[in-house]
């Protein structure tokens, strides 16, 4: 897979604030990335530096093969989508879709050909002639996000498109959104702080800390083989349960429990006994019929339960540790009660207490 | 499901059945309850405070000599006469010249347009500019400019008879406007500046996405959008030097081409001969008509501009 966008140690700083620090990035031709983090991580400041509409304190940036470090905004062959849809009040959609091709000075009739193509992509064509102000957020996303389409770009880059969008039509434009990127083949790169249009969306997700990439790898990495506590934290809802104790001669020890190591991939030939951290996803828990199966069993005693309809999660304590466990919506458990439960050490993950790295 | 047509009625037979008279709908207020009495008492009395000099000039300026010598200056005129307006307007004199305020009015004019037009482009370019493209030190450039709102009038006047008279524009109308573009800057500078910055940052970005630039970005998507606080800055702007004096009278040096607003005070206070009250009434109306015209057509644009750049900003 070619390049299509490439970031070399990029650096940049707002006087003694630096935001990213020594960032490298490939993105594939044709490739989904969602840049992920909370807030203040610095993954809208680099998709801006991407955009060229902050510059760069080091580093280059390539897109295409093009070092396009100085180049305006809109010479890098880039379109953007934005939290806030951003579009013109004054102009018509007709008029949003078409400002930069004006202002490109692309012929009048092949502006008309790409504003009727964007349209008919969208579903907007019966919005044409009307104002933003008279537009739902859901068509006004759809012309913001035709914005960048008629401009024939190579690479997309959104903003947190659907965070203004109430929860429904979140799920709806996620789905077209998807849809549209397997129909375009564009390289897309997605900012965002929701993991779920992360995990749906991406190819490849760049969890992202303090300017830094935490991890990168596709949803399936991210989640099953978080690189270090903070992704592993941070990925998945509710988040994982993290006992602290010590790798001593192939078991994890917490307490008086011993949880035997055998079956699981260590990431390197580093076992040698230390303090770690095991993670283990709620989800990952089993109880019930299935218990007896599973290669590790232990009771727990529950503390309090929250059904959410779809599935349960019931906040538990083993030993003296908290323990979330998620369960069928039909699970009928009370508080208080003593609940069996089985675990896979294959499918836990282990991090060096010290380094926070996966072991 | 209920019949809407056989509601009505039991509607209406519960209104007037007395033995139903409990609260429902809305609560009745009494017209003469003693909040409204205290509101519009304390209203009324504060109306009649700013109106009523208005009237006695309006009256006056309406009345003859004679009429006016009797000394009831609330009576309303017995015989309107429109001379006193048509003298100020045109015959009353100042020094040598006996042609009127028609003179100053003219001069304020020639006065207004150029400044107000130059001031408005300049302070709406310099906001756009501070809010939108931040360069290195364009705080401090901000923080300068608004210092010199703060410096009072009376400590330039001198230094800037003396940069007038080097420059050779001393008593001449384009020295006046370029005081008056000068001192129009901070405030409204300030005002674009603050109503830029409320405009969401995106739609800039989105802009400089597209390609536009400095002078694109300004004119096509800033410009459409502004047009409330271009109606402020041109109220503050029309009024403010409509009705300066003190400009006017320094770095204006010859009765020739005086504002309107020198002129009337020298009509006002000639010494020659009786004081025509009549006269001074109306000249006194006739310069204030102009800031009067612009509140009224554009007050509540005004607000609304005013609003919007205080509360965003």
């Not at chain 1, 935001?19 to 840049?35: A, R, S, T, Y």
Request: proline share 5%.
């Amino acid at each position: 897979m070619t390049n299509s966008v490439e970031i070399k140690n990029l650096d940049l700083s707002f006087g003694a604030v630096k935001v990213l620090q020594n960032l490298n990035l490939n993105i594939g031709e044709g490739e989904f990335l969602v840049l992920l983090g909370s807030s203040g991580c610095g993954k809208s400041t680099l998709l801006n530096c991407i955009a060229g509409l902050l510059e760069v304190t080091d580093g280059q940036i390539f897109i295409k093969g093009k070092n396009v470090t100085w180049a305006e905004p809109s010479d890098r062959g880039i379109g953007m989508v934005f939290q806030s849809y951003a579009l013109y009040p004054q102009m018509s959609v007709k008029g949003n879709l078409s400002f930069g091709l004006k202002n490109a000075k692309v012929p009048k009739d092949e502006i008309e050909k790409r504003v009727a193509r964007a349209a008919e992509i969208l579903q907007i064509e019966a919005l044409l002639d009307r104002k933003p102000g008279a537009l739902s957020g859901g068509q006004r996303q759809r012309v913001a996000i035709g914005r960048a389409l008629v401009r024939d770009v190579d690479v997309f880059l959104f903003d947190e498109p659907l965070s203004n969008l109430d929860a429904k039509l979140r799920v709806d434009l996620r789905v077209e959104l998807k849809r549209l990127h397997n129909q375009l083949e564009n390289t897309m790169i997605y900012v965002t702080h929701d993991q779920v249009e992360a995990m749906t969306l991406a190819d490849r997700i760049a969890v992202m800390k303090g300017g830094k990439i935490m991890q990168l790898g596709t949803p399936d990495e991210i989640y099953n083989q978080p690189r270090n506590l903070y992704v592993a934290d941070f990925i998945g809802s509710p988040s994982m349960n993290f006992l602290e104790g010590a790798l001593e001669g192939g078991a994890f020890r917490v307490d008086d429990m011993v949880i035997p190591m055998d079956d699981y991939e260590f990431a390197g030939p580093q076992t040698a006994d230390r303090p770690a951290t095991i993670g283990i996803r709620p989800e990952h828990v089993v109880t019930g019929e299935l218990v007896k199966n599973a290669p590790l069993q232990f009771e727990v005693a529950v503390d309090l339960v929250e059904p959410m309809g779809s599935d349960t999660l019931v906040y538990a304590k083993l030993g003296q540790h908290s323990f979330r466990i998620r369960m069928d919506g039909q699970a009928r458990v009370k508080d208080g009660e003593k609940l069996s439960i089985g675990i896979d050490p294959s499918r836990a993950s282990l991090f060096d207490k010290a380094t926070e790295d996966r072991l | 499901m209920a019949n809407p047509g056989t509601l009505a009625p039991t509607a209406a037979v519960n209104a007037v059945n007395p033995d139903l008279d409990e609260p429902r709908g809305p609560k009745p207020r009494k017209a003469l309850s003693r909040t409204n009495i205290m509101l519009y008492g304390t209203l009324i009395v504060v109306a009649m405070y700013y109106a009523l000099p208005l009237y006695v000039m309006v009256v006056t300026s309406l009345k003859g000599m004679p009429e006016i010598q009797m000394g009831n200056i609330f009576a309303p005129p017995l015989e309107i006469t429109f001379q006193p307006w048509v003298k100020a307007w045109a015959e009353a004199c100042t020094g040598i010249n006996c042609d009127g305020l028609s003179r100053g009015f003219w001069n304020s004019v020639r006065i207004l347009i150029p400044s107000v037009i130059i001031s408005v482009a300049v302070a709406s370019v310099n906001g756009y500019a501070l809010s939108m493209w931040k360069f290195k030190g364009s705080e401090v450039f901000f923080s300068i400019l608004m210092i010199g709102a703060f410096i009072p009038y009376q400590i330039m006047l001198y230094p800037i008879v003396i940069m007038l008279r080097e420059a050779g524009l001393y008593g001449s109308l384009t020295g006046l406007v370029l005081v008056h573009v000068a001192f129009g800057m901070p405030i409204n500078t300030l005002l674009f500046r603050n109503y830029f910055a409320s405009i969401p940052e995106e739609l800039f970005k989105a802009a400089r996405v597209d390609g536009a630039g400095f002078w694109s970005i300004f004119f096509r998507i800033m410009l459409p959008m502004s047009l409330p606080i271009f109606v402020v800055s041109l109220i503050i702007q029309v009024t403010g030097i409509w009705n300066d004096f003190l400009f006017g009278v320094t770095y204006i040096s010859s009765p020739d081409r005086y504002p309107m607003t020198v002129q009337l005070n020298n009509i006002v206070n000639s010494v020659q001969g009786v004081k025509e009250y009549n006269v001074n009434m109306a000249a006194t109306l006739l310069t204030g008509l102009v800031p009067l015209v612009i509140y009224f057509a554009s007050g509540k644009l005004f607000v609304r501009g005013i609003a919007a750049g205080a509360v965003k900003g």
